[in-house]
């Protein structure tokens, strides 16, 4: 009888050791064939083609290429406003987007200090993962990554060290259609920062350096009368401390970096740097992409709207700044040809209401017919 017992316990021990090892080996099976199959369905998602560095989407405003001469600018396309607006421009672009576009805006917004570094890997919603898994998601993608960037970056001028042109947008999905969608760097970049920055201290540095100027412009204006005053003296410093970079060769030319500590800037600098520092006077403003008009030419320019005693205007300090050959900068005037101005005279500037190039419409503040 005991041997019978020592005999049957043996016997279910080795069925045990067995069904153990039959076990381990489907488990290894699945542990392979989820880390191949997971390999085989991670792709870089470059907007439009995989990995083709051409076609990842760029996020510089319109830069202004030709010189700006003084000379009498004759009105050719009147401005039209779409509708009124509250006061409050908070987030002014943010609030255009949709539901997609708001998804990456808000990662984004949520992750400067990440994306200080310039390698960090930005984890999107989920929901956008659940969009490329659609049958139009992926087609889709491309406008709604370049909308959301351009947007975060008019609305948030103090993030200046993102160089959106070396992000890609790529996902992960894994054996069970569980799909996670990522910003990161592109593989042929060390990083995606503005060239000249190369890590997370270079970035606080700089910031140090903005933040110390824009405490002493802050400071000059607090004993000035009203936001008159204030938008002038602000409007008069970028003037005469900027020299426009006609070069369009340094890498901060379309940044508040450029502008408040390089002291050469583009058009979208001027812009950016303007409406920084009208945010720090809670000064409502925003900036506007377009085009100008001198005479038979056009291009892509940016400026801003801002609000005063409940209406809006056009004010353009690029253009306030011109290049004058035989002029030194020390020798130059300010001029207001472009200050506070309403529709009646800011004609030569027309505005885009779609939405770089997508047929997104922009809802602008209804601007002034008059100048202040």
């Known amino acids: 009888m005991k041997e019978n017992t020592i005999t049957n316990l043996i016997t279910i021990i080795l069925y045990i050791i067995i069904l153990l090892l039959i076990c381990l080996t489907i488990f290894f099976g699945v542990y392979v064939y989820n880390r191949e199959y997971k390999n085989e369905k991670q792709e870089i998602i470059d907007i439009d083609t995989v990995n083709k560095k051409e076609n990842i989407i760029t996020t510089k405003l319109p830069e202004q290429d030709e010189e700006i001469n003084v000379v009498s600018i004759k009105p050719q396309v009147e401005i039209q406003s779409n509708s009124n607006m509250s006061n409050s421009v908070d987030k002014f672009y943010y609030n255009q987007l949709d539901k997609y576009s708001k998804l990456i805006y808000d990662t984004l917004n949520n992750n400067k200090e990440s994306l200080k570094t310039g390698i960090a890997k930005i984890e999107l919603d989920k929901e956008i993962g659940e969009l490329l898994k659609t ?156 085009k100008a008009e001198q005479e038979e030419t056009s291009e892509y320019h940016a400026w801003n709207y801002v609000q005063l005693d409940n209406e809006w205007y056009g004010i353009d300090c690029t253009w306030d700044d011109p290049i004058v050959r035989g002029i030194s900068d020390e020798e130059k005037q300010i001029y207001y040809n472009y200050f506070l101005k309403g529709q009646n005279s800011f004609e030569n500037h027309v505005r885009l209401d779609t939405f770089y190039g997508t047929d997104l419409k922009i809802n602008y503040p209804e601007v002034s017919v008059k100048d202040y």
Request: net charge negative; hydrophobic share 30%.
């Open 135 to 290: 049958e139009e998601g992926m087609s889709k993608i491309e406008g709604i990554f370049s909308i959301a960037i351009n947007a975060f970056e008019y609305d948030n001028p103090e993030v200046f060290y993102i160089d959106a042109s070396k992000m890609v947008l790529y996902y992960e999905m894994d054996s069970l259609g569980n799909c996670k969608t990522y910003i990161k760097d592109y593989e042929e970049n060390n990083n995606y920062l503005i060239e000249g920055f190369n890590q997370k201290e270079d970035i606080d540095r700089a910031t140090q350096q903005i933040e110390t100027m824009i405490k002493e412009l802050i400071n000059n204006t607090n004993d000035l009368n009203n936001n008159y005053e204030k938008i002038k003296y602000i409007h008069d410093w970028i003037v005469e401390n900027t020299k426009y970079d006609e070069t369009l060769s340094r890498s901060n030319r379309n940044n508040i970096y450029g502008l408040l500590v390089e002291k050469n800037a583009t058009c979208g600098g001027y812009a950016k740097t303007f409406k920084y520092i009208m945010d720090k006077l809670n000064i409502n403003s925003i900036i506007v992409q377009g």
